[in-house]
């Protein structure tokens, strides 16, 4: 079983940073996802165990970056120029295989965090 645990949420003004952290995953792949209220979890960003495939979705290249230190079992979520459309609660996940949905579905992923508030103001 691995247990994952998100931290580093808060309150950003726009155009601010945060810097979100996972600890737990172990080699897997791991990925971001946001909800924010009234919509469907999407796919932030994701990378796999060595670092080799490393994806984002469209709304966030450019602005955010995702890095591991597989040492400390943590994964990063960098979000820098942060819009008021980031707010969501933001969801860590790992899958151990990735299967015919891809990367950005939820329903490969075989584990979840608690998820962390994000809240950008304008």
């Known amino acids: 079983q691995v247990r994952l645990v998100e931290s580093g949420g808060g309150l950003a003004q726009a155009g601010g940073s945060l810097r979100l952290s996972c600890t737990g995953p172990g080699r897997s792949f791991v990925g971001w996802f946001r909800q924010a209220p009234g919509k469907e979890r999407e796919f932030v960003a994701g990378?796999?165990?060595?670092?080799?495939?490393?994806y984002y979705s469209d709304s966030v290249k450019g602005r955010f970056t995702v890095t591991r230190d597989n040492a400390k079992r943590t994964v990063y979520l960098q979000m820098n120029s942060l819009k008021p459309e980031d707010t969501a609660v933001y969801y860590c996940a790992a899958a151990e295989m990735l299967g015919g949905g891809g990367h950005t579905a939820p329903a490969e992923y075989d584990y979840w965090g608690q998820g962390t508030q994000v809240t950008v103001s304008s």
């Open positions: 990378m796999s165990w060595k670092g080799i495939n490393i």
